[in-house]
């Protein structure tokens, strides 16, 4: 299939999109390239466009016409959750007004499929370690806002006009599929530690004094190759008919301490470095990880790379 992935220059879209090269699909990126990286995309056709700007649902109808596109897959958005707690306007202007101007699209173009990039964040800071589709979500800050009013807009226009749709709630993505496809943003635990190592500065540890089982926090880091393969096989299960919106956690089912995957670094790369224990950070729940029975069972996918593969993979791929 012809496949526009929105956010295909950014680092899990490159992912995606090798991914979908490999599986036979013809992927087109769309990307304003804020953050992403024309080099991430080889030969893959590029649409260079910010899918919130007021002209953006025409440009997408020329894009969807100009490559004959059948499906999308929509990466692109703001994932800071700070930066959503300082600026929540712009994350409203940014995440939902691209999700509407890509349905206005997609609803003129008769464009039927659509997998999109939803996320943990939507479930805020649970009272339970693991969680499942079906527990509440109550997002805690504007980013995990903009990913569940997104999926509620899903729903919506599978309802009003039968737009088959799979929203992929994203745990921790970590990870380098190629090693030149690394997550250079300095933005989540694994490449701060990589980061700071590299600085000879300390990696603070954000609060021990937790009820989990070393006192650190405890996610659920999954590989971003691991990530994309869920991509594909939602893809696939849209083909099918009668598809209603349908939810799926992506992550490995199994929760990470931060002071494992420390040691895990330690052992990856066989040299001491310094770790500062410091004060919780505000607005972290203790644990979570997720339940990921529904993917198992209703795409038939499980990850496959444990977190030694995540840390590995990264450190190579930031190595060259
Ligand atoms: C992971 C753990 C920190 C840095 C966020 C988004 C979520 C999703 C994944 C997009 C936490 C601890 C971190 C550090 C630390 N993104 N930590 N020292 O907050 O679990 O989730 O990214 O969908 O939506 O909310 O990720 O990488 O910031 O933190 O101890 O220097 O590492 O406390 O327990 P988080 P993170």
Redesign the pocket.
Known sequence: MKILVTGGAGYIGSHVIRQLIAAGHEPIALDDLSTGKIERLGDTPLVQMDLASADAANQVVEAIKKYSIEGVIHLAAR?S?GESVDRPEYYYQQNINSVTNLLVAMRETKVMNMVF?????TYGSPDVDQVNEDYLARPI?P??ET?LVGEWMMADAAKAWGLKVVSLR?????GAGFDDLADTAV????P??FN?IKNNQP?????TDWPTSDG????DYIHVLDLADAHIAALDYLNEDNREHSIFNVGTGKGSS?LA?IDTIHKVIGKDFAVDL?A??P???AS?SADVSRINETLGWTAKQTLKDIVSSHYRATSN
């Not at 994203?170 to 970590?174: D, I």
């Not at 933005?187 to 694994?190: E, K, P």
């Not at 650190?216 to 996610?219: H, L």
């Open positions: 994932k959750v990039s939803s996320s943990a964040a800050n980013y995990g990913k994203y745990f921790n993505v970590a933005a989540n635990l694994i701060i530690a700071a990696i603070q540890v954000f609060g650190s926090c405890v996610r931060v995957v410091v919780r950070r607005g972290d729940p979570l």
